[in-house]
């Protein structure tokens, strides 16, 4: 299957400050990424979509000032998490979306555990 | 926008059982996924099933499109089979996927 890379894995900072999440596609190219988050014990929630070359569409109730995306490239997607508040604190999670002849399958990343202080 | 759930909510087994997790959605689907989040986080692809049976080793899963819903049979469990389970589907436009609540499974030995 394919690969999707988060950095870093773990995460804490003290409030006021921002963190950038790194995801990558390691093996193949994805026009489409997603971010998701996930509170203990809950489903995964979709932020947002993330797109090569456009701006990414998020979902209702998700702040787009506080959560900066940027789809730089074919396998880079980064969200940026601005001046982080305790309530910011959660399982941050991204997705490749790998496309074929007949399929549409998306993979995740291992997930990025944010604290903050 | 559509509904997916999950059942049971949560499964104690004991090791070498066989069990079956249970996905609804409400409305049809061209796509459907199965995940394993195992207790570090990771989302583990599992099936990409919009219909029929697959089989993975221990693992099979069929999906009955036409009546909207899909099974994930675990046979002789083991401990390492712990976790949470997750079916996905995709919402009315685009790609994006809506998530059941999940089935979190603890197998003991």
Same mark, same amino acid.
């Given at each position: 299957?394919?690969?999707?890379?988060?950095? /870093?894995?773990?995460?804490?900072?003290?409030?006021?400050?921002?963190?950038?999440?790194?995801?990558?596609?390691?093996?193949?190219?994805?026009?489409?990424?997603?971010?998701?988050?996930?509170?203990?014990?809950?489903?995964? %929630?979709? %932020?947002?979509?993330?797109?090569?070359?456009?701006?990414?569409?998020?979902?209702?109730? $998700? !702040?787009?000032?506080?959560?900066?995306?940027?789809?730089?490239?074919?396998?880079?997607?980064?969200?940026?998490?601005?001046?982080?508040? /305790? !309530?910011?604190?959660?399982? *941050?999670?991204?997705?490749?979306? %790998?496309?074929?002849?007949?399929?549409?399958?998306? &993979?995740?990343?291992?997930?990025?555990?944010?604290?903050?202080? | 926008?559509?509904?997916?759930?999950?059942?049971?909510?949560?499964?104690?087994?004991? !090791?070498?059982?066989?069990?079956?997790? +249970?996905? @609804? &959605?409400?409305?049809?689907?061209?796509?459907?996924?199965?995940?394993?989040? @195992?207790?570090?986080?990771?989302?583990? @692809?599992?099936?990409?099933?919009?219909?029929?049976?697959?089989? @993975?080793? +221990?693992?099979?899963?069929?999906?009955?499109?036409? !009546? +909207? *819903?899909?099974?994930?049979?675990?046979?002789?469990?083991?401990?390492?089979?712990?976790?949470? *389970?997750?079916?996905?589907?995709?919402?009315?436009?685009?790609?994006?996927?809506?998530?059941?609540?999940?089935?979190? $499974?603890?197998?003991?030995?």
């Amino acid at each position: 299957g394919a690969v999707v890379s988060q950095h /870093p894995s773990r995460v804490i900072c003290k409030s006021g400050t921002s963190v950038k999440i790194e995801c990558r596609s390691l093996d193949f190219q994805a026009t489409t990424m997603f971010w998701y988050r996930q509170f203990p014990k809950k489903s995964l %929630m979709l %932020m947002a979509t993330s797109n090569e070359g456009s701006k990414a569409t998020y979902e209702q109730g $998700v !702040e787009k000032d506080k959560f900066l995306i940027n789809h730089a490239s074919l396998t880079l997607s980064t969200l940026t998490v601005t001046s982080a508040h /305790p !309530e910011d604190s959660s399982f *941050y999670i991204c997705s490749a979306y %790998m496309t074929g002849f007949y399929y549409n399958e998306q &993979f995740f990343g291992p997930g990025t555990r944010l604290t903050v202080l | 926008g559509i509904q997916v759930e999950q059942s049971p909510p949560d499964l104690i087994l004991q !090791e070498g059982a066989n069990s079956t997790l +249970r996905c @609804n &959605f409400s409305d049809s689907v061209n796509n459907l996924q199965w995940f394993h989040q @195992n207790p570090w986080g990771q989302l583990i @692809n599992l099936f990409y099933i919009p219909s029929g049976t697959k089989q @993975n080793g +221990r693992l099979s899963a069929t999906t009955v499109a036409t !009546e +909207r *819903y899909s099974l994930l049979y675990i046979s002789s469990s083991q401990t390492t089979d712990s976790g949470v *389970y997750f079916c996905a589907v995709p919402k009315a436009a685009g790609n994006k996927l809506t998530f059941g609540g999940g089935t979190r $499974v603890l197998v003991k030995p």
